[in-house]
Structures are given as structure tokens and as C-alpha cells.
């Protein structure tokens, strides 16, 4: 049975948790997943330092990664920064973190497709026309039987909860879902949950996995995605103080979305 651990925002830099990160680790050595997804916001300010920290928890992984960036990934604290991030947006999760920002990644029967959505100006995820159409392209190359995963930075079930999710996410969704999309990944609340939506693809969303800006008290967890012929099963791992672990919490199972 494929399974993924899916963390998000890691936010290296204030409020980062550095203990976490051993034991994030540690349990990605023993859940032996087959591949790893981070789903944005790497870095707290994006600086430099932050990048570097965050290069070097991804280098200790020893397994398939696939990395989005988030809005926290955009220089922002200078006006030379703003520059930067009007020019160069990606600059320096480019050099730090991966070359390319939209990926894909095959593995275990999982067709998995990361893409940026965030705008250099406002907030929100969005997706452009080139990025549709690259998905568009790559979905259509996809093995029949594959499951089909999306990875994107901003909530696409949000209910108007803040921060802001992903715009338009109703009829993104019914897009997705008539390209026989299963499953798609996001972060950015830092609150973990799944549902399946009307169009019968499985949201799930990971909390924040090591920073200290934990929200609603549901402090730190990342998700273990296990999938079957049937079923695709979304594990929230929740950080236990008293017994310093993420503690496996509430398995939420969903049937499997057929593609059209
Ligand atoms: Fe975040
Ligand atoms: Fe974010």
C-alpha cells in the first residue's frame, strides 16, 4: 500500500522548534514512507539562513521529496527584498531548496504534481493559465491506473476560515475533479483536517509539523496518507508533550474518487 507522509510548514527561522525536527525524522525512518511531500512555507521570512536550515532537514530525508513553496517562501522584510520578490520571487528557494517550482513525482502507482499558487501581492492561492495548462499536460500523460495527487501551498476547502485559502476553489475543484484527481495536499492554516468534497476528491491538510505558531491549540502534527484499491486513509500525528512524540490521532478513511 503507497503511503506518504505529508508535512507542511516547517517555517525555519522564529518560532521554529529545532527538537521537532529530530523526531520528524526519526519517525520518517521508521514509517518508511514512499515519498515525502512538504507543502509550503519552508521558511519564516525567507531569509537566507532559514533556506539553508531548511536544505539541510530536506538533505537528511532519505527518501523521493516533493517540496511546493508557500507565500512565506517570497522575500519581504526590505525594500530591496520587494525588488527581489517583484523580480525574482523565487530566487532563493531556487538556489536553496529545488530548481524547479512546479514538479512532479511518480512513485508506488501515486502520479503527484506540486504546484505554486501563491501571487507575489495579494494573499490566496492561484493558479495561472500556463500552470493550467502544464497541469492539463502532465495529468494527460499520467498511467491509467495511477492516483492522481495535487500538491498546493493555500486550503482549497476553507469555508471562509483565515487565512485567506485558495481562490476559487469550488470550481478548481470541479476542474481537478473532471481530470480524475483523487486526492490534493494542502498547508498554510496550520490546522490539519480531511474531508472529500461534493466532487469526490479527498482534501486533507496538514498542520504545522515544527513551528511554534500552532492555531485553534492544535499544536504540531504532520499526516501519514496510507491508500488502497478502495480507500485512501489520512493518519493526523499529533505532537504529545508529556511523551515527546507525534502520537498517531484520528485516522479519517474516504472511498477512493473514480475518475470520470
Ligand atoms: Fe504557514
Ligand atoms: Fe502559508
Not at 514509517?31 to 509550503?40: K, Q, R, T, W
Not at 514538479?103 to 500552470?131: M, V
Not at 481537478?176 to 492554516?189: I, K, Y
Not at 496550520?190 to 496538514?206: E, K, L, M, P, S
Request: hydrophobic share 40%.
Amino acid at each position: 500500500m503507497p503511503t506518504l507522509v505529508h508535512l507542511s510548514d516547517l517555517h525555519f527561522g522564529p518560532h521554529h522548534h529545532a527538537h521537532l525536527d529530530e523526531i520528524v525524522l526519526r519517525d520518517i525512518a521508521t514509517l518508511n514512507p514512499d515519498a515525502v511531500i512538504v507543502s509550503g512555507d519552508l521558511t519564516m521570512r525567507a531569509r537566507h539562513r532559514e533556506f539553508a536550515q531548511a536544505r539541510d532537514f530536506l538533505a537528511r530525508i532519505s527518501k523521493p521529496i516533493l517540496t511546493i513553496p508557500g507565500n512565506h517562501d517570497q522575500p519581504i522584510l526590505t525594500p530591496r527584498d520587494w525588488v527581489e520578490r517583484l523580480t525574482r520571487q523565487y530566487a532563493r528557494y531556487r538556489r536553496y531548496i529545488h530548481p524547479a517550482i512546479d514538479t512532479t513525482l511518480e512513485t508506488s502507482g501515486l502520479f503527484i504534481l506540486g504546484l505554486n499558487d501563491n501571487h507575489p501581492i495579494l494573499p490566496g492561492g492561484f493558479w495561472t493559465r500556463t500552470q493550467r495548462a502544464w497541469l492539463d499536460a502532465q495529468l494527460a500523460r499520467a498511467p491509467r491506473d495511477a492516483v492522481k495527487v495535487i500538491v498546493t501551498h493555500h486550503q482549497l476547502v476553507w469555508n471562509g476560515w483565515r487565512p485567506a485559502g485558495f481562490w476559487d476553489a469550488e470550481r478548481t475543484l470541479e476542474w481537478l475533479a473532471a481530470r480524475g484527481v483523487a486526492l490534493v495536499l494542502n498547508g498554510h492554516t496550520h490546522i490539519a483536517d480531511a474531508v472529500q468534497t461534493a466532487q469526490g476528491i479527498i482534501v486533507a491538510r496538514a498542520g504545522t509539523a515544527t513551528s511554534g505558531r500552532t492555531r485553534r491549540h492544535d499544536g504540531n502534527a504532520y499526516n501519514l496518507i496510507t491508500l488502497d484499491t478502495h480507500n485512501i486513509y489520512v493518519q493526523v500525528r499529533r505532537y504529545d508533550a508529556s511523551a515527546n512524540a507525534f502520537i498517531a490521532g484520528k485516522t479519517l478513511v474516504f472511498t477512493r474518487h473514480t475518475p470520470r
